[in-house]
């Protein structure tokens, strides 16, 4: 079983839909960071958490840190939005060594 | 602010080769980190340096090592490349730590031949 579990691993969905991403992860961690790859491989870094909620634009991350679990929103998606996004956390422990989920790959359609 | 820059931006090498792959932070960011991105393994953490120090390795096999300078550009070597080195690899800065926010290069893309 992987250390940090994503879901969807893909998702297909109209321009204008409320999207959501989950990420649960199995170890104690001091920060989370959602990320986001467009095709070609370039990597944005989306949010970094640690508690709490986080908004940017139509973005918003949340964290549960006693449930170990972790979602991304987008309100109103838009084409431009297809990309895969993907969570990765720093456990506490093991020399703070970031893990990476496999990635959720985002498609929307206009 | 320039952002992080890599080079070069495609390699093709063949089995047995070495390779030097170059990464160059944002100003003042101190702390370089290097992933690998393959379709079968997703990202993994190679190797973060700090101050010229390497603070922390992932499970990679010796023939991946990497140093960083006094300005903080940092450079990663893979000897003896195989077929299974193909990837994407991606270096990023942050301040202080991988735990900050992170901003990622462009990323080298390697096929090993």
């Known amino acids: 079983k992987n250390e940090v579990e994503q879901s969807p691993q893909n998702l297909t969905a109209q321009e204008g839909e409320f999207i959501t991403i989950n990420c649960s992860y199995s170890v104690g961690i001091s920060a989370l960071h959602w990320l986001q790859q467009h095709p070609g491989g370039g990597i944005v870094s989306l949010f970094m958490l640690s508690s709490g909620k986080k908004k940017h634009g139509r973005l918003i991350a949340t964290i549960n840190i006693q449930e170990k679990h972790s979602s991304l929103h987008i309100t109103a998606s838009h084409p431009r939005d297809s990309a895969v996004y993907i969570c990765?956390?720093?456990?506490?422990?093991?020399?703070?060594?970031?893990?990476f989920g496999k990635g959720t790959r985002l498609h929307i359609l206009p | 602010k320039a952002g992080v820059t890599q080079t070069p931006r495609y390699l093709i090498k063949t089995r047995g080769q070495q390779v030097t792959l170059s990464c160059s932070p944002i100003s003042g960011h101190r702390s370089v980190s290097w992933y690998q991105q393959t379709p079968g393994q997703g990202l993994q953490f190679l190797f973060e340096y700090f101050s010229e120090t390497q603070r922390n390795k992932g499970n990679f096999p010796g023939r991946f090592s990497g140093r960083q300078f006094s300005n903080s550009r940092s450079e990663m070597n893979v000897s003896t490349l195989e077929l299974g080195d193909s990837a994407l690899y991606l270096c990023?800065?942050?301040?202080?730590?991988?735990?900050?926010?992170?901003?990622f290069g462009p990323g080298t893309r390697l096929t090993v031949l």
């Open positions: 990023a800065s942050s301040l202080a730590s991988p735990s900050n926010e992170q901003f």
């Open positions: 990765a956390v720093h456990p506490y422990l093991r020399d703070d060594k970031i893990i």
